[in-house]
């Protein structure tokens, strides 16, 4: 392995006599690089790649040991030697003491020694840095394990305790420390309650492990006694001679069953065993303070099921739950043993994978994922294919607390459902203004309801042949008293997601009947008032009440309310859809199926519902001008329409081909801008009257 040296020093000389020997080593050249002074040096060490400073602590811009404290400081773990003028230095000496690997004194720098010195300093710098990391990892494990564990020497004395063992006899470790180890475990017979002998004179007597007495109670310092049982093993040397022994031991009581019971239950998921919310934190606070001191970096999965809903409403919850289930379980082989797979509820799951310190490593674990989930499952008789989205956010660039790195990877998940569905998408910083905007506008849409900001639009419905006015559409707009009107695609995708979209489509619903129930008032002809409702709506559970007494309140003829759905909204769940749709038809209301043609339905299942009106989507009225062969999809339509006996209308309608083409092909009726663009309540009147 070939080792790059940094030397600081303002001595051009020294720099170049310690360069050579240093290139031109016989047992393997080393690559220097040279500053010239403490602040030059630091920025160097910072890029990366050096395995080892050389310093004179007397430079341009510091002098004396505080350089070398400096140094130490910003280029830990890196191993630093002082350059010396003189052997019995004793500033050498001290910053030895204060963690430097050594100096090389001047008058030295040529010997051929130089090199084979830092080579040995590099390697006792690395092995010291994994012991230390062995070491640091054995501690964490010790203290987070659930068992007592308890070490002495060779004379039986105390010399470590972990956190449960202190919890279990009531010793602090520094108390403890050094007493004999019957007086710190006391242990007596459950029966007798005699003292019971101590297995650890035993153990290392006869060199092997061994178990506890069975009915074995400890009492605690306060005297309190606690069942206990497990196991003693001697600690050898290397050359196989017995040093100590380490005791383990847990509570055995009843009560400890359970209050370990219901601890697991706090932390973990009913439905798939996997660690919650709560779990998954607390795992993650670790692993945080863990990279935030050895520099390490983890990787934070957040997944979202894109079908899961569909198949829990079409196929019932027993279903979704082994699916739920099959999900965690793919998941969990997917990861290693020391990641952490959790459910965050409903079809979330968030991954917490440690150690990763490339974002490719990340970004292969999400494929791995992705590959696994796209098997089909066989659950209950059906197959059933459920893909997922998922947003990925790495420590420490994407965030340095939990709530952070949560909320990067949850941002990362939406933009991947944005971006297809069954893929994956990195965190960036540009998608926090995304998600802040929509914040912002989520605020303003709550005071954008208090205010009655909203306002509805109308656009007529014609008859292609007479070219009367047969309906109108009521289409919501904002009045934004900062940003002026604006256009429903805008804000109801985000109104539906925050729930908003439910008290704005009451308030809609109550303006567009008090407006029809007006003008039917003024005597306007009897005409169809058409509103558009959202599938969340639609799915609220006192959708159908609403709208009763409202339509009972503003006096509107329910015959003339027509209700705009669309396919995906109606295909959310059959049943329940057809419960609703048949309690609306026996009022008299009419429904329209929105965007037809769009939508993933199947014809049998909405040939099913009691539908009055086909609305073929813009898209396929636009086609028609690019040639016939988009016209034979809304000729399709126009037939299926009139064979199902349901009244079709063209949206959409914007040039004088598109009319002359749907007037050609029999489609009753159009609405566009061909005719009129959507305008306000007393312009729509002005229509009418002319
Ligand atoms: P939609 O129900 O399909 O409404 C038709 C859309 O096409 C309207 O867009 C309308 O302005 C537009 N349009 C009309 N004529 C033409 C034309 O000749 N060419 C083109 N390119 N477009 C035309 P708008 O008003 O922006 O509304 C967009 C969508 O927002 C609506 O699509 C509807 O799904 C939704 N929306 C509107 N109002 C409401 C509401 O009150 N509640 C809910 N839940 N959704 C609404
Ligand atoms: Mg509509
Ligand atoms: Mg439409």
Known sequence: MSNTVLIITGGAEDAQVIGNTLETAEDGPFATEWVRSLSDGITRVKQGEIDIILVDLFLPDSQGIATFDVLFKEAS???????????????????????????????????????????????????????????????????????????????????????????????????AMGRPVAEILNLVDGTTLEPARNPVD??????????????????????????????????????ANVIGAVVTFHDTSEMNAMVQKMAHLAQHDYLTGLPNRLLLTDRLNQAIAYAERHGASLALLYLDLDNFKHINDSLGHATGDMLLKSVADRLVAQVRHSDTVSRQGGDEFVILVLEETQAEDAMSAAEKILRALAQPHHLGGHELHVTTSIGISLYPADGRDTDTLVKSADIAMYHAKEKGRATFQFFKEEMNVRAVQRQSIEADLRLALERNEFVLHYQPKVNLKSREITGVEALIRWRHPSKGLILPDAFIPIAEECGLIVPIGQSVLRQACTQAKAWFDNGMRPLSIAVNISAIEFRSKDFYQFLRDMLRETGLDPASLELELTETALMRNVESSRKVLDALKAEGIRIA??????????????????????????????????????????????????????????????TPEQFAFLSAHNCEEGQGNFFSSPVPADEFLHLLNH
């Open 77 to 175: 773990p890196i191993p630093i030697v002082t350059l010396s003028p003189a052997e019995d230095d004793e500033l050498a000496v001290e910053a030895v003491q204060r963690g430097a690997q050594g100096f090389l004194t001047k008058g030295y720098f040529r010997t051929s020694l130089v090199p084979q010195a830092l080579r040995n300093v590099v390697h006792r710098k690395r092995v010291e840095d994994a012991l230390f990391a062995e070491r640091e990892r054995a501690r964490v494990t010790l203290e987070s394990i659930g068992d007592g564990v308890l070490s002495t020497d060779v004379a039986g004395n105390v010399t470590y305790l972990n956190k449960e063992a202190e919890r279990l006899t009531g010793w602090v470790r520094d108390d």
């Open 202 to 239: 035993l153990v290392m007597q006869q060199g092997k492990p061994m178990g506890l007495y069975a009915n074995s109670v400890l009492v605690r310092k306060d005297g309190y006694k606690t069942p206990i049982e497990d196991s003693v093993a001697p600690i050898f040397n290397q050359r």
């Open 593 to 654: 199926v929105d965007d037809f043609g769009t939508g993933y339905s199947s014809l049998s299942y909405l040939s099913q519902f009691k539908i009055d009106v086909l609305k073929i989507d813009k898209s396929f009225v636009q086609d028609i001008s690019l040639g016939t062969e988009n016209g034979i999809i809304v000729n399709a339509v126009i037939g299926m329409g009139t064979s199902l006996k349901q009244r079709v209308i063209a949206e959409g309608v914007e």
